[in-house]
T-cell receptor, first 112, second 113 residues
């Protein structure tokens, strides 16, 4: 059974600071996704990571994937208030069809 | 514009009642999914369908039922057997190409009254 763990679960940080969210998963995977969710809203796709060593960047967010360590990171650079949201990673099993298993989410609050 | 439409946005259910949540997509996606989200928790898979007239149970299928009679539609029925149905329900679809991941609908918030 695929298990996906994120940490931290809650993160309060000041504007201008850097921080990293971690996503660990338990079995071999061939794809990992990061999503953003604003309160009461749906999920918005941020990054798609498909191979070992993949790195994607968009604005102040950068995601990376280490398939050997079964670890993905979402790095936040110089946080701004607009980044406040819940961030989920989602992992698909190799050969497991299209199903994704989601992490528990990291609730990020960036203080003004 | 292409997308996924979930309705209603808010739904109230009395004890012992069955209710159906609608999910329609015009993206021509083959696969569709239903997830449940509880406060402060991640998404848990209820049912998924990779092709018309076929669907599989996810991790928490008890108390739920689905149908997939058309490619565009994947309704979810929350039956009276689901003892704790209050949650946020999200529908998603995908092409099956791992490059793209899922597209999500806007969700239905179900409350038992």
């Amino acid at each position: 059974e695929l298990k996906v763990e994120q940490n931290p679960l809650f993160l309060s940080m000041q504007e201008g600071k850097n921080y990293t969210i971690y996503c660990n998963y338990s079995t071999t995977s061939d794809r990992l996704y990061w999503y953003r969710q604003d309160p009461g809203k749906s999920l918005e796709s941020l990054f798609v990571l498909l191979s070992n060593g993949a790195v994607k960047q968009e604005g102040r967010l950068m995601a990376s994937l280490d398939t050997k360590a079964r670890l993905s990171t979402l790095h936040i650079t110089a946080a701004v208030h607009d980044l406040s949201a819940t961030y989920f990673c989602a992992v698909g099993l190799t050969g497991g069809g299209n199903k994704l298993t989601f992490g528990t989410g990291t609730q990020l609050k960036v203080e003004l | 514009d292409g997308g996924i439409t979930q309705s209603p946005k808010y739904l109230f259910r009395k004890e012992g009642q069955n209710v159906t949540l609608s999910c329609e997509q015009n993206l021509n996606h083959d696969a569709m999914y239903w997830y449940r989200q509880d406060p402060g928790q991640g998404l848990r898979l209820i049912y998924y369908s990779q092709i018309v007239n076929d669907f599989q149970k996810g991790d928490i299928a008890e108390g739920y039922s689905v149908s997939r009679e058309k490619k565009e539609s994947f309704p979810l029925t929350v039956t009276s057997a689901q003892k704790n149905p209050t949650a946020f329900y999200l529908c998603a679809s995908s092409t099956g190409d791992r490059v793209y991941g899922y597209t999500f609908g806007s969700g239905t918030r179900l409350t038992v009254v």
